[in-house]
């Protein structure tokens, strides 16, 4: 096991930084590993269904995680593109895909079960290759989620539905599959009523022991117990894990489950992918390798045109529809359960299943590619320009980059180009710089972490460099880039919060302005003399405040890692600022030493 355990990090730690240098991504290296070191390939692993089902955890882990971002509340915002937008996927690419296989000689009963196991996509694949490109949260990441989630949801009916194919089926197989149904609302309710009421203090207990791996424990239990109470009754385990975390999603244990499962999912999805190139039978490929390439092909091309069809009736954009075809045009993981199922009831042959079974791998292999080809073909084929990898930039010695030209960069680039300071804005998403572009603005395109980028806008004669970037992981590539080779650059960073602020701090980053913090101390100032303070003690509080609160920043900068002590030290933060203002006797006396003698607010 160690021997097969050294074999697979081998394979991961040569394959993924390799395809990621050339930009085809980390799945497609670890598919390419997989393939190597496979019993169809060197044969270092041969026992690919225990790999497989270890792996399988993976996705669980991944599932569970997009969970916890996705609150109940937002959960209800997509019902409509969950059942509208799954559910006509699911059936129109199902019945095309059907009536092409009845044509090509299946049976009415095995072409069903192809069309509608083709019709699902990969949810691990596509999710970790959007998370990879910072696509999620774009229109079409959300709709491919969508898709997916209903494609999970649709689960325990396809698996019902195999049976009542069989050849040999009869009534007690229907009813069954309808006590099989009663089954899953009955273990879903379960899981949610127990996820509310029961896991939280549970939860807490555990928290309040404060011994971390008992936790972490605790973070594996939840997802794999709750995957298993659903796998019992049918359905996906993925599902279940899902539901967890949306469960979770809006608890104060959120980000500390997140962080003790991510590794286990970053692992284990590597895995998992790994496992999938191994179960290419490369023998079969050599055999008929024009007609398994067609076959794919074709599988990818009919998949896109429906997705391109139902993005655009939903009202995407033709880059968003294109965008929501290349991403799902593969088929996915769920397709290889109905296929040994469907072989196992007599629906379908041995020889078309192991055939589907490496179309559907090689269509995982080949997205990446699409989604590629995507990025530059289709601009062209609308008539605009494609987006370089960065635009020729034509800084002309501007003393000021600004990295990130959205809502805080742009208005800093608005002051400059007042003052007639010149500047080079860069941004990474090209919708962003071609609408600054329209209203006259200098932007371009790129990534301000790469160095490359960095040296064509000029930032070795540069002398300030605004980072401003919305990303808090893209914010510290490109702060930590600008740092070890432009150190003449002085930094003004944006920061989305404090520990993002802290996070910038560890790289020697002293000029920081966290993002909402000034516009809420405005709104504060506003809501005291609202509430009646005079204006002079109102502005004089606030700025008391802002000192301290710089202050406890600075000083919890040495501890921020430390969950208890920070929690101490906000705790001590708070009766300092307390004692500090209650002590301030020139609040009892207007005209009390220490009060300005005229402040513009007395005019207003």
Same mark, same amino acid.
């Given at each position: ?14 394959? *993924? ?9 980390? *799945? ?20 690919? $269904?225990?790999?497989?089902? @270890? ?6 882990? /991944? ?6 971002? /996705? ?18 996927? /699911?059936?129109?690419?199902? =019945? ?9 000689? @299946? ?106 791996? =008992? ?18 009754? $049918?359905?996906?385990?993925? /599902? ?51 007609? =398994? ?10 998949? $896109? ?7 655009? $009736? ?41 055939? @589907? ?8 292999? @080949? ?25 020729? =930039? ?156 710089? &202050? ?42 220490? &009060? ?9």
């Amino acid at each position: 096991m160690l021997a097969q355990t050294a074999v697979f990090l081998i394979a991961a730690v040569v394959a *993924v930084p390799l395809f990621r240098r050339f930009r085809l991504g980390a *799945v497609l290296g670890y598919l390419f590993a997989g393939v190597v070191i496979g019993p169809h390939g060197l044969g270092f692993v041969d026992n690919i $269904g225990a790999v497989h089902d @270890l792996a399988a955890l993976g996705v669980v882990f /991944l599932l569970f995680i997009i969970g916890l971002e /996705l609150q109940p509340s937002r959960l209800w915002v997509l019902r409509r593109s969950v059942f509208g937008l799954g559910s006509a996927q /699911l059936l129109a690419t199902g =019945i095309v895909l059907a009536l092409l296989g009845m044509a090509f000689g @299946l049976t009415w009963k095995a072409a069903l079960v192809v069309g509608l196991a083709l019709a699902m996509s990969s949810t691990a694949f596509v999710l970790q290759v959007l998370a990879e490109r910072g696509e999620l949260t774009t229109r079409y990441g959300r709709s491919s989620f969508a898709i997916l989630l209903f494609q999970d949801l649709a689960v325990i009916p396809l698996l019902a539905l195999i049976p009542l194919l069989s050849s040999h089926v009869n009534v007690p197989a229907g009813a069954q599959a309808w006590l099989a149904a009663l089954k899953a609302v009955a273990v879903i309710t379960v899981v949610v009523i127990g996820g509310r009421h029961l896991l939280r203090p549970v939860l807490k207990a555990i928290a309040e022991s404060r011994i971390q791996e =008992i936790f972490t424990a605790a973070a594996l239990l939840t997802v794999i117990g709750t995957s298993l109470l659903l796998s019992a009754v $049918g359905l996906s385990m993925s /599902l279940g894990a899902f539901l967890a975390g949306v469960l979770l999603a809006d608890s104060e244990y959120r980000h500390e489950l997140e962080a003790d499962i991510e590794p286990f999912k970053g692992l284990l999805l590597g895995l998992f992918f790994i496992s999938v190139g191994m179960s290419v039978d490369l023998g079969l490929f050599a055999s008929k390798p024009f007609a =398994i390439l067609g076959i794919t092909l074709a599988l990818m091309a009919v998949k $896109g045109a429906v997705l391109y069809a139902v993005g655009r $009736g939903a009202g995407h954009a033709p880059e968003a529809a294109g965008g929501l075809a290349c991403a799902l045009s593969q088929g996915g993981e769920f397709a290889f359960v109905l296929f040994g199922l469907a072989v196992g009831d007599n629906v379908m042959s041995r020889t078309t299943a192991d055939l @589907l079974v490496i179309v559907v791998t090689l269509s995982m292999a @080949l997205t990446p590619l699409a989604m590629l080809m995507n990025d530059r073909l289709l601009p062209r084929w609308l008539g605009r320009a494609a987006p370089r990898e960065f635009d020729a =930039i034509e800084h002309d010695g501007a003393r000021v980059i600004i990295a990130g030209f959205g809502r805080v960069g742009g208005i800093v680039g608005r002051l400059l180009r007042a003052k007639k300071i010149p500047f080079t804005a860069l941004d990474i998403n090209p919708e962003q710089v071609e609408l600054v572009r329209k209203f006259g603005a200098k932007a371009y395109y790129g990534d301000a972490s790469r160095l490359d980028m960095l040296q064509a806008a000029g930032a070795a004669k540069a002398k300030v460099f605004v980072l401003a970037i919305d990303n808090v992981e893209a914010s510290l590539k490109a702060a930590e880039t600008v740092r070890r080779n432009f150190p003449q650059l002085r930094i003004y960073a944006r920061a989305r919060n404090r520990f993002h602020a802290y996070r910038l701090m560890d790289l020697g980053i002293e000029s920081i302005s966290r993002e909402t913090f000034l516009s809420s101390l405005e709104l504060a100032e506003g809501v005291l003399r609202g509430a009646g303070m005079a204006a002079w003690e109102a502005h004089d509080t606030v700025l008391k405040f802002k000192a301290h609160d710089e &202050r406890t920043l600075a000083r919890q900068h040495a501890v921020y890692h430390d969950e208890t002590q920070l929690i101490q030290t906000t705790r001590e933060a708070a009766k300092e600022m307390e004692s500090l203002l209650e002590s301030d006797t020139s609040a009892a006396d207007p005209l009390a030493p220490g &009060r300005p003698a005229f402040m513009p607010e007395d005019v207003r």
